[in-house]
């Protein structure tokens, strides 16, 4: 099982840019990176996913290197709203479902006015 | 539209008692999950199924007991709820096509929040 490693917490500022960075150093070959997001008394939400390179939604973006051995979920001009648990998971999608992902604690992000 | 739906939200217990956790979902997803969400903690998988009449244990499925009889209902059974059971339980499903490296995200639901006395 592909293990995460993850900051516990960030600050940050309306109207910044904000990156997270999640290394996952023994990412196996058919693994893709997947991004939730948590805010309180909620289940979590899918916010990006990616295998390589770069990947960029209508939310964020995941920037993949080659060696795939990490990535980093870039948050543009944070809100207040994105205050949250911010979760990177790493594993193979095909046909075996999700059910081996390891959910850490992930990363608590507090922005402030 | 539902997508997965959790009843009861909320749910107080005494030591010993048993309960079923329901979870529904309208996708037609073929996996579903339990976990529990301790505070402060990330989500721990504690059974799934990767369709009706399979299912699997996670990380921590002692305690707990699942079926899955339809595609749509994935119920978790608490048979003698235990003080170390007390947690946020959420369901999730996601649809894998067959043959194709699908990367359809996981749908959550919104918690049953179990506090046993």
């Known amino acids: 099982l592909a293990k995460t490693t993850q900051p516990i917490s960030m600050d940050s500022y309306e109207g910044q840019e904000v990156n997270i960075t999640c290394s996952h150093n023994?990412?196996?070959?058919?693994?893709?990176i997947t991004w939730y997001q948590q805010f309180p008394s909620q289940g979590p939400r899918f916010i990006i996913q990616?295998?390589?390179t770069k990947v960029t939604n209508e939310v964020a973006s995941l920037f993949i290197p080659a060696d795939r051995k990490s990535s980093t979920l870039s948050l543009p001009r944070v809100s207040l709203s994105d205050t949250a648990v911010y979760y990177c998971?790493?594993?193979?999608?095909?046909?075996?479902?999700?059910?081996?992902?390891?959910f850490g604690t992930g990363t608590r992000l507090l922005v402030s006015p | 539209n539902a997508g997965v739906t959790q009843t009861p939200k909320f749910r107080i217990l005494k030591i010993g008692q048993s309960m079923t956790l329901q979870c529904t979902q309208d996708?037609?997803?073929?996996?579903m999950y339990w976990y529990r969400q301790d505070p402060g903690m990330g989500l721990k998988l504690i059974y799934y199924?990767?369709?009706?009449?399979?299912?699997d244990k996670g990380e921590v499925p002692n305690g707990y007991n699942v079926s899955r009889s339809t595609t749509e209902d994935f119920p978790l059974r608490l048979e003698l709820a235990a003080p170390s059971q007390t947690s946020v339980y959420f369901c999730?499903?996601?649809?894998?096509?067959?043959?194709?490296?699908?990367?359809?995200?996981?749908?959550f639901g919104d918690g049953t929040r179990l506090s046993i006395l």
């Open positions: 996708m037609n997803h073929n996996y």
């Open positions: 990616g295998y390589k």
């Open positions: 999730a499903s996601i649809s894998l096509g067959q043959g194709i490296l699908s990367n359809q995200p996981q749908h």
């Open positions: 023994n990412i196996a070959t058919n693994d893709y």
């Open positions: 998971l790493v594993g193979d999608p095909k046909n075996t479902g999700f059910q081996k992902l390891v």
């Open positions: 199924s990767v369709g009706a009449g399979i299912t």
